[in-house]
């Protein structure tokens, strides 16, 4: 069997996202490789949008192709957010943050009308499994480690924030549970924990064919 060519499935998932995307839209940026494929797209198009990004890293590469990137302080609001996932299940939930930008990740997705998850064929899975990504804050580090049992510290590397990186290494059987457990531990700042109601669609890329799943948070009319 034939294995797929991930790289060629990220294109094109990246693709179909990119035409989504209007003349005059407030338009998020997220983080990783498919994101990375996203950005030539919608230079290539040539539209007068407004953008903000996840990381440094697509910020730069948004200039880069012609896009106008602001800071995200003054903006209430995104019309579409796009974004990548390290694990996306059947009923919506994600994985995201291996590049430990998932703070900026959530806030940019809850802002958003619209919140497009653009995968590989990889991505998918039956259920999610460890590492889920985690950013914590360094005060009370240890005592927040203890607080999440199977909590393993990523080392130097912070957050664009200042927030220290983590993953959580435990199996879990429900992600729902897990995330209300994380939310309610004060040191844990965000998670990699994504729920299907800030996703409105996700595009699946599997060779040259995208599927499109709809998951919720349907976009909503100006």
């Known amino acids: ?9 990220k294109r094109a998932a ?3 996202a990119s035409e989504l995307v209007e003349d005059g839209m407030r338009v998020g940026l997220g ?19 407004t953008c903000v990004a996840t990381s ?6 948004a200039r880069a192709h012609g896009l ?16 990548g996932a390290d694990q996306v299940d059947p009923l919506g939930w994600l994985v995201k943050g291996g590049g430990g930008a998932h703070t900026r990740e959530r806030i940019v997705a809850a802002a958003a009308d619209r919140f ?31 607080a999440v049992p199977g909590t393993v510290l990523r080392g ?3 957050t664009p924030d200042g927030g220290v990186l983590a993953d959580l290494q435990r199996e879990f059987d429900d992600a729902a549970t897990l995330a209300r457990m994380l939310d309610a531990v004060p040191g844990v700042v965000s998670h990699g924990l994504f729920a299907p109601s800030l996703v409105s669609t996700v595009l699946v890329a599997r060779g040259a064919d995208v599927e499109e799943r709809i998951i919720g948070n349907p976009p909503t009319s100006t």
Do not use: C, N, W, Y
């Open 1 to 9: 069997m034939t294995s797929p060519d991930i790289g060629a499935e």
């Open 14 to 16: 990246a693709q179909a």
């Open 31 to 49: 983080s990783g490789t498919t994101v990375a494929e996203l950005v030539p797209a919608l230079g290539r198009r040539g539209l007068a949008l």
């Open 56 to 61: 440094p890293a697509t910020a730069d590469l």
């Open 68 to 83: 106008r990137v602001e800071p995200f302080s003054d903006i209430e609001k995104l019309d579409i957010a796009i974004d």
């Open 116 to 146: 497009v998850v653009i995968v590989s064929s990889d991505k998918p899975v039956d259920r999610l499994h460890p590492p889920v990504p985690l950013e914590l804050l360094a005060f009370g580090l240890a005592a927040t480690v203890r």
């Open 156 to 158: 130097a590397p912070r």
